[in-house]
Each structure stands twice: as structure tokens, then as C-alpha cells.
């Protein structure tokens, strides 16, 4: 399977934050359109839906994405794989479907929620079909190395919900308008994706075709109970606190929580898009039983999303109380505290969602589900006992705890489970070059104000400065900055390649210098080396080969990079010719 674990990094972060824009464009239109109290009924209830959709769809989607990943010798095994999860997603998605109708029609929900609740739930019971079908299309699709097309599926998905859901709202169909256009978007996803899969498997034979004896049906089943299990554990640290906030508080604050939880979770945008990557793409390489590949690129991951999430943090901590009542309504600046307690636990946990994506890609789950749980655990227990003491601030407090252990746990686990994703990290040079950089990021917040200069002025002129700390401290190698920059389309590529020959050209400056000008007292090396200067060369060593490695790597991932596109280009010439063949 040809594919470069950047390109498909690319292809979902850049979608990812194109869907964080669209959710800070939707987001205070439906605080608008529904109100405080609609809104907090909307945000409790897609939560629900969320914990709810673990038990239908998480087992499916993980399970088709790392199979069909695997390139393994069985006959048809990428059909095979296909046509099971398909099988079991139908099921799946029937059962899900009638329990939510059933708790509808009972009236469990209305006792304790309200009558509005009940149509919620009907029309909860058809978005599980609908999403369940939804995800699994993505994440086959993921799992065929096919990002470009997965990822664009989830934009047109969310610009549908913005067009139908937020438009019924505007029209005062209130909450179930807005889940009509969620339903909206996941039918038609799920049918361009369906289409796009069966270009490459046969939905039809995939569907018709048992699998053989040899088949390894129980390991399936298994990683499904297992991903079950652990989506549950992770999922409920980020939703059990809505939840649990609707039961104990007003619907109000629950909406202005989940507008806090919204912002601080910008953060994940790319330990997400990581993680989305991560799973199916070290598949192939446990396989290979590539553990010091696994241990170079785990430390690597584990670096760039801590100084990624730094960044953000520092950013989002100083223009929050300026961004606030210019996005949303006034009286959302009460999201400001929950925020700022959010924030630490959040790069947390941004930093355990790679080292649990690698650790999938094993397939042992029984340790991470041990670490996730006990973080899942630990929340549980201090939401209950801060949320109904302090409300929102509580469960921003009990929140923010458990996304922390989070990444204590992990890398816990990941050295159980055989790698090392702290090694070569250099996390204490990251966390000083973040602390540098925002004393000026948030002196020059002050100086501009609360204005929309400073949300202008502040993230650029604040990256800058914050790229420019970590390459002085060391947290960063110049050769990683100028590295995208030549990748990217130019003008940004030329700037690049400028760079680099300028900084080429002063190193063989520096060795020409080194070269010319030899110490004159120096004798033979055997003369003059002591035991201590041996040591250091020993670890200069370690280190120098450590560089060549991801230098290496480095360079591997530019040739796929510019395979793919060779490939692209290739396909598109193609298609050209063909249409100037039918046009003749």
C-alpha cells in the first residue's frame, strides 16, 4: 500500500482546521438561534448521543481501519474485511437504532429529562443509522490510505449540518432542526463514501462472500470488544462532565461550559489528526517489528504536539476574554474561568492521544485500556464530588485533572506495551521555550487590548516569537521549519530554499574556519583523550546517529511526498487525455 504517514497527516489536519473554522461559524449562531437553554439541551444531548454511539460504531470503525491497513498474504483479505465490518456495522446500527426508540416510547427519558426529550430521541434513533454508516465509510476509506478523500467527506458533512441544521434553527424548528441537518449531512456522506469504497472493493461480493475457516474472526471480534471498551474509557472523560453538569446545574451553564470546552479543545486539532493517522499507519510497521522506527517517530510525535499545544495554549489563554464577546453573545465571557482551568489538562491530553494511537496499532489493548480507565475512573469520581459544589468550575477543575493523568498513564503504558515516546522528546526545552515566549505573546496582547487588531496582530507576531524561542533553546532544529517550508507551494518553497542554502552556506563557512585554524598544541587524539572526553564522544555519537536517523527519515518522508505528487499529477494527465478523447 503506498502511502506516507505525512501525507495522510496533511490531508487531516488541514481538514481539521477548516472544521474548527466552521465551528466557531456555527457554533454562536446556534447559541442565537436556540438560545441558552436550548443550546445547553443541545450540547447534554449530543453528548448522550456521543457516549451512546461508542457501543455501535467504535468497535466497527477502529476494527476496518487497522485491518484493511494490514497488508496481510490471506487470498481477498482487504474483501474479507470489508464485507465482516459492513455485516456488523448493519447489525450494530438496527440495534442502536430500536433502543433508543424503545427508551423514547417507555418514557424513561421523558421522566427525567422532559417531554421535549422524547422527539429528541426519535430522531437520535435515526441519526445512529446514519452515522454509524457515516464513520465506518471514513474510516475504510482511512484504512485504504485514501485521506484525501475521507477528510473531505467530514468538511461536506459539517457544511451540510451548517446549511441544514443551523439554517431549520434560524427558522425556529430549534433542536430537532438541528439534528435533521446532521442526519442531512451523514446520508450523504455515507453514500459518496460507500461509492468511493466500492471502487476499490466490491460492496456487492464483499457483502456476498463468507470468509474462509482461516479467517481470523475471533482476533476481529476481540480488538472490537476491546476498542469498545477503550472508547468508552476515553470518551467519557470528555463527555461524562456535560452530562453530568445538565443532571446537577441549569441547562445555561451547561451552554456555557460546552462553549468552554470548544475553545480549549482547539488544542487537539492536531493530536487528533495524529491520532486519525497513527492507528492504521504503525499497523504495518509493528507488523515489521520496526521497534526503533516506532520509538523515533513516537518521540518525534510526542514533541511537535507538545510545542504545537503550547502554543496554542499560551494563545488561547491570552485572547479568550477578547475573543469571547466578539464571537459569541456577552454574557459567554462566564466561559473565560472554565477555560483557563481547562487548558493545562488539555495539552495533557493532547500529548496521551498519539501514544495511544500507536499503541492500538499493536493491537495490545488490555494495557491501554487499564491506563485510560483509571483516568476515566478518577474523573467519574471528582466530577461528582466538585460539580455539585462549584458547577461549571468544578468540572473544568475534575476535567482538566484527568486529561493530565491522562499522559502520565500513557507513557506508562507505552513502556509495558514496548515503546518510548519521552526519549529524545526533549520535553523540559519545549516547556522553556514556551515559557519565554509568553511573556512577550501576552505583553503585546495587553498593549493592543481588547480589540480585533489584537486577534489579528497576536496569533502570527506570537508564533513567530514562540518558533523563534524553540529553535534558540534547542526544543526545534532549523532544519525542521525550513523543511515544510520547501514542501509547501511557492512562494513559501522558494523562501524555504532560500533559507536553507543561506544556512548551508554559513555552516561550511563555520567547518572551512574549524579547518583552517587547528589547535597548535594539539597532539595525537590517543595522546591527549581522557576517559571523561570519551564518554562525551560516546554520547556525542548516540545523539549524532539519533540526527541521522530522523534526518533519514526526514528525507524519506519528502520522496513519498513528492511521489504522491508525481502520482497526483500523473492521474490528473490521465483524466485530461481521456476527456480530450471523448471531446474528439
Not at 441544514?164 to 424548528?173: I, S
Not at 479467517?215 to 474509557?233: D, G, Q, W, Y
Request: hydrophobic share 45%; proline share 4%; with cysteine.
Amino acid at each position: 500500500m503506498k502511502r506516507s504517514i505525512m501525507s495522510g497527516f496533511l490531508s487531516i489536519v488541514s481538514i481539521k482546521f477548516l472544521l474548527i473554522g466552521l465551528d466557531f461559524f456555527s457554533a454562536p449562531l446556534l447559541t442565537r438561534f436556540l438560545g441558552s437553554s436550548g443550546y445547553g439541551d443541545y450540547a447534554g444531548l449530543m453528548a448522550i448521543f456521543s457516549v451512546y454511539m461508542i457501543f455501535v460504531s467504535s468497535g466497527v470503525g477502529d476494527g476496518v481501519r487497522k485491518y484493511v491497513a494490514e497488508e496481510r498474504d490471506s487470498p481477498h483479505w482487504d474483501e474479507h474485511v470489508v464485507g465482516f465490518y459492513l455485516r456488523m456495522a448493519i447489525l450494530l446500527a438496527a440495534i442502536g437504532c430500536f433502543g433508543l426508540a424503545l427508551a423514547a416510547q417507555t418514557g424513561i427519558i421523558t421522566s427525567r429529562f422532559g417531554t421535549s426529550y422524547r422527539t429528541y430521541f426519535y430522531l437520535l434513533s435515526l441519526l445512529v443509522f446514519t452515522s454509524q454508516f457515516r464513520e465506518y465509510t471514513r474510516r475504510t476509506l482511512m484504512g485504504f490510505g485514501l485521506e484525501r478523500y475521507s477528510e473531505p467527506l467530514l468538511f461536506l458533512d459539517k457544511i451540510l449540518f451548517i446549511t441544514v441544521g443551523v439554517g431549520l434553527a434560524f427558522l425556529g424548528h430549534g433542536v430537532p432542526g438541528v439534528l435533521i441537518g446532521h442526519m442531512t449531512g451523514a446520508v450523504t456522506t455515507s453514500i459518496i463514501g460507500l461509492v468511493l469504497i466500492n471502487r476499490t472493493v466490491s460492496l456487492r461480493t464483499a457483502l456476498a462472500r463468507i470468509p474462509p475457516t482461516d479467517f481470523p474472526r475471533r482476533e476481529l471480534f476481540t480488538f472490537n470488544a476491546l476498542s469498545i471498551v477503550l472508547i468508552l474509557c476515553l470518551t467519557s472523560l470528555y463527555k461524562i462532565d456535560v452530562i453530568m453538569l445538565r443532571m446537577f446545574t441549569t441547562a445555561q451553564e451547561t451552554g456555557y461550559y460546552n462553549i468552554s470546552l470548544t475553545i480549549a479543545e482547539f488544542l487537539w486539532i492536531v493530536p487528533l489528526a495524529l491520532q486519525n493517522v497513527l492507528l492504521h499507519s504503525t499497523s504495518n510497521i509493528w507488523s515489521n517489528r520496526d521497534h526503533e522506527r516506532i520509538n523515533s517517530l513516537a518521540s518525534r510525535v510526542t514533541r511537535y504536539t507538545l510545542l504545537f499545544t503550547l502554543l496554542l495554549m499560551v494563545g488561547i489563554g491570552t485572547l479568550a476574554p477578547v475573543a469571547l464577546p466578539i464571537i459569541f453573545r456577552d454574557e459567554y465571557i462566564a466561559s473565560y474561568g472554565p477555560i483557563l482551568l481547562l487548558l493545562p489538562g488539555c495539552v495533557g491530553f493532547a500529548l496521551a492521544r498519539p501514544i495511544l494511537a500507536i499503541g492500538q496499532g499493536k493491537g495490545d489493548l488490555h494495557v491501554l485500556i487499564a491506563s485510560t480507565g483509571a483516568a476515566a475512573v478518577g474523573n467519574i469520581a471528582l466530577n461528582a464530588l466538585l460539580i455539585p459544589r462549584y458547577g461549571m468550575y468544578g468540572a473544568a477543575t475534575a476535567t482538566s485533572l484527568s486529561y493530565g493523568s491522562m499522559f502520565v498513564f500513557h507513557v506508562w503504558s507505552a513502556k509495558r506495551i514496548g515503546f518510548d515516546p519521552i526519549t529524545g522528546a526533549r520535553i523540559p526545552r519545549v516547556i522553556f521555550a514556551g515559557g519565554i515566549a509568553s511573556i512577550p505573546i501576552g505583553l503585546l496582547a495587553r498593549f493592543l487590548g481588547d480589540s480585533i487588531l489584537s486577534l489579528a496582530v497576536v496569533p502570527p507576531v506570537g508564533a513567530a516569537l514562540f518558533l523563534v524561542a524553540a529553535v534558540a533553546v534547542g526544543a526545534l532544529d532549523l532544519d525542521e521549519v525550513i523543511t515544510p517550508l520547501e514542501a509547501a507551494p511557492d512562494p513559501i518553497g522558494s523562501f524555504g530554499s532560500t533559507l536553507r542554502a543561506t544556512f548551508d552556506g554559513v555552516d561550511d563557512d563555520r567547518e572551512a574556519d574549524v579547518n583552517e585554524d587547528p589547535d597548535d598544541d594539539a597532539s595525537t587524539v590517543g595522546e591527549r583523550q581522557q576517559p571523561e572526553d570519551r564518554n562525551a564522544a560516546a554520547e556525542s555519537n548516540a545523539v549524532s546517529s539519533s540526527d541521522v536517523r530522523e534526518r533519514l527519515e526526514t528525507i524519506e518522508t519528502r520522496i513519498e511526498r513528492q511521489s504522491d505528487r508525481l502520482e497526483s499529477q500523473q492521474e490528473t494527465i490521465e483524466q485530461l487525455t481521456d476527456e480530450l478523447r471523448r471531446g474528439r
